[in-house]
């Protein structure tokens, strides 16, 4: 069984441009979660996503945005970047049902803003 | 609203001796905890998990956790390490329901010294 796969692994952009990530879940898998990984901030969430439906949303800036589509993939997008979005944006699934919410990471997508 | 403090950042310690990594949490409402693991430039993994029944749980590679209701503490233990044990470890906590917010510490980054 195939994991959680994000693209692109890694990626450089500018100041004030934006950008969007991709996350394929677990095949079965209908929850999607977002993470923001920094140094000495450990893991801060994004977003949840279930059935294209957002269903939990983190202390984040409406510059980050996300979606997910009928097969249960998912973008995420940052508009207008900052210095500060610098990090690792990880992606994990979970299957729905288990109610337990162990999740399944990706490798993450290592953004690095100029 | 629920909270998880890993007060060591940074764990170093020669191998094959024992190591105990802390976790305490904060929450309103019973909870479910898990210890990931994520090596370098991978993302996280399930190590293991406390979902009810017994208080102490074990992983396939030697680590076990002891969970403490009244110390509202899951700290991670192993009684000798390896030099692949080398990696960042997250305490987390869930609060179930169906609703996938989980909340990770900040992580302790564990270093075994040959």
């Given amino acids: ?114 | 609203a629920q909270s998880v403090t890993q007060l060591d950042s940074q764990v170093p310690v020669f191998e094959e001796a024992p190591v105990e990594l802390r976790c305490n949490y904060s929450s309103s409402v019973s909870v479910y905890l898990f210890w990931y693991v994520q090596y370098p430039n991978q993302g996280l993994q399930l190590l293991l998990k406390y979902l009810s029944g017994s208080t102490l749980v074990k992983s396939i590679n030697g680590f076990e956790a002891e969970f403490n209701k009244s110390q509202t503490s899951f700290h991670l233990r192993k009684p000798s390490v390896h030099i692949s044990d080398t990696a960042e470890y997250f305490c987390a906590v869930d609060r179930g329901g169906g609703y996938q917010k989980v909340t990770f510490g900040t992580g302790t980054k564990l270093q075994v010294i040959p």
Wanted: hydrophobic share 30%.
């Fill in chain 1, 1 to 114: 069984k195939a994991g959680v796969t994000q693209t692109p692994r890694y990626l450089i952009k500018t100041r004030g441009q934006q950008v969007t990530l991709s996350c394929s879940p677990i095949s079965g898998h209908r929850s999607v979660s977002w993470y923001q990984q920094t140094p000495g901030q450990g893991l801060q969430f994004l977003f949840e996503y279930f059935s294209e439906t957002q269903r939990n949303k983190g202390n984040f800036p409406g510059r980050f945005s996300g979606r997910q589509f009928s097969n249960s993939r998912s973008e995420m997008n940052v508009s207008t970047l900052e210095l500060g979005d610098s990090a690792l944006y990880l992606c994990a699934s979970s299957l729905v049902g288990q109610d337990t919410g162990e999740l399944f990471f990706g490798e993450g997508s290592r953004l690095t803003v100029l």
